[in-house]
């Protein structure tokens, strides 16, 4: 008990070093390795072996073609660097030098054919299984009428929002390449801002999530319910 409450204390200490660094996505970070980590919760943080992390993330690749496992490894990584020479909590990070084997040809050839961009069909299917009556498929309404990346949309607050003048403004500090930049708003959008509901648990956010009224996260669980509603559709 008295190791899962110090690797705790450590964790919320990261977290504050983030949101100190204004780091967008620290609620999803955190609660990746927290998840992630529940496993060897029990263990001392200087205690873990890299080839158990390794053998983590190598489960996580063999789950889902590369893409949980990739994202775990990184948010790991960065997160026992700062342990050993920040935080000074542990000696050395267990995963340094460590790196996914290169892939293949054929991985590289076969990666690309699934990454795809929808076809009109399947783009209006996945509109119209998003519920403009509920925020996560007005959220999706809005991503694809922007273009915005998930965390862009999830995460927009309606300070950024001037319907008056017909524009998003998005901080340099809340997008991923750091730089500002203004989404216009047409018609189409501006119908759905204007259905967006206020959630008083959580005033501030143009799409809060159902339960709780703070940012959306679980997003494979959330996505899992889209799908199917669009594959009846």
């Known amino acids: 008990m008295r190791t899962a409450k110090k690797r705790a204390a450590v964790l919320d200490r990261y977290e504050a070093h983030l949101e100190r660094r204004q780091y967008v996505t620290r609620k999803d970070v955190l609660s990746l390795l927290r998840r992630r980590l529940a496993p060897v919760q029990h263990r001392a943080l200087d205690g873990i072996k890299g080839w158990e992390l390794a053998e983590m993330i190598e489960r996580l690749d063999a789950q889902s073609a590369g893409s949980k496992g990739q994202t775990f490894r990184s948010r790991l990584n960065a997160f026992l660097n700062w342990c050993a020479f920040e935080a000074r909590v542990?000696?050395?990070n267990p995963l340094a030098g460590y790196r996914r084997?290169?892939?293949t040809r054929a991985e590289r050839v076969a990666r690309v054919g699934r990454g795809?961009?929808?076809s009109d069909e399947e783009l209006a299917a996945v509109w119209s299984a998003a519920?403009?009556?509920?925020?996560?498929?007005?959220l999706v309404r809005f991503l694809i009428l922007t273009g915005c990346r998930r965390n862009e949309g999830g995460r927009l607050r309606w300070e950024m929002?001037?319907?008056?003048?017909?524009?998003?403004?998005?901080p340099a500090t809340f997008t991923k390449q750091a730089r500002g930049h203004?989404?216009?708003?047409?018609?189409?959008?501006h119908e759905l801002l204007n259905s967006c509901a206020i959630d008083a648990r959580g005033p501030e956010w143009v799409f809060p999530a159902l339960r709780t009224g703070q940012p959306m996260s679980g997003w494979s669980k959330i996505m899992d319910?889209?799908?199917?509603?669009?594959q009846n559709n």
């Open 161 to 170: 929002v001037d319907l008056a003048s017909g524009r998003i403004d998005l």
């Open 90 to 92: 542990i000696e050395a």
């Open 225 to 230: 319910r889209n799908n199917r509603r669009a």
């Open 182 to 189: 203004t989404v216009f708003v047409a018609p189409a959008l």
């Open 116 to 118: 795809r961009a929808l």
């Open 101 to 103: 084997a290169r892939d």
């Open 131 to 138: 519920s403009p009556g509920e925020p996560f498929g007005r």
